[in-house]
């Protein structure tokens, strides 16, 4: 692993803000800007990237084992010139006040079983007999076993929800379409209808013929 994924994974573990992360070196004697920050965060295949020194990374995590556990009585440790897998483990460990017990609860979450004598092989001096190195896989595994433990969710923005007023419709009164209808009489006149005279009623009217068939047909 990258000192540059290290940091970025721990970032986001807890979710620390920019601030917090200056906050983080400023504990172990490292002035940062805001601006390295962000170079030494962005993805390895991001053009403008920084790779984080080894001096940066373990002033870094000094900083992270003070902000968790307090700083010790006297100077701040020097921070290590060359890092490696296990430093990192060895830091993070005490950071987090990790006993052997507890690493190996944590990996077996990630399926890696492991005897308590092989994980104390990490935190040996290199010339011990017993001294083993720390492989990128199995720290990898160890920091996303940390952030399944100790992941801090971001906290979500609260929006409150406006108060929206609720205004009735004023009720329109029901029409009477009944009544509406307009009387046909006063939309059609017919011109050639002829008014009818007081005295039709006095006219004789007009006889019809009546024949018989008998009348009609004679030969």
């Known amino acids: ?39 030494w965060l962005k993805k ?9 020194s ?22 701040t440790p020097p921070a290590e010139k ?19 017990e507890d690493v190996l609860d944590m990996m077996s979450t990630s399926g890696i079983r492991m005897t308590k004598p092989e994980l104390s092989a990490f935190f040996r001096k290199p010339d011990h007999k017993h001294y083993r190195a720390c492989k990128d896989q199995f720290l990898r595994n160890f920091i996303q076993a940390i952030d399944t433990k100790y992941h801090v969710n971001r906290p979500e923005k609260f929006t ?19 009544a509406a209808k307009p009387k046909v009489s006063k939309i059609y006149i017919n011109p050639n209808a002829t008014k009818a005279s007081p005295n039709d009623d006095d006219k004789p009217k007009r006889k019809v013929l009546k024949l018989k068939p008998s009348d009609i047909y004679k030969t």
């Open 1 to 39: 692993m990258t000192n540059n994924d290290v940091l970025r994974r721990l970032r986001y573990t807890f979710n620390f803000n920019d601030q917090k992360m200056i906050d983080l070196f400023n504990l172990a004697k490292l002035t940062v800007s805001r601006e390295q920050i962000s170079y």
């Open 44 to 52: 390895e295949d991001d053009p403008q990237v920084v790779n984080c």
């Open 54 to 75: 080894d001096v940066q990374l373990a002033t870094f995590l000094n900083g992270l084992i003070i902000d968790k556990r307090g700083a010790r009585d006297g100077e």
């Open 82 to 100: 060359r890092m490696n897998n296990n430093l990192v483990l060895n830091k993070l460990k005490i950071a987090l006040a990790l006993r052997a």
């Open 160 to 178: 409150p929800k406006r108060e929206v007023e609720t205004v009735k419709k004023a009720e329109l009164p029901k029409k009477d379409y009944q």
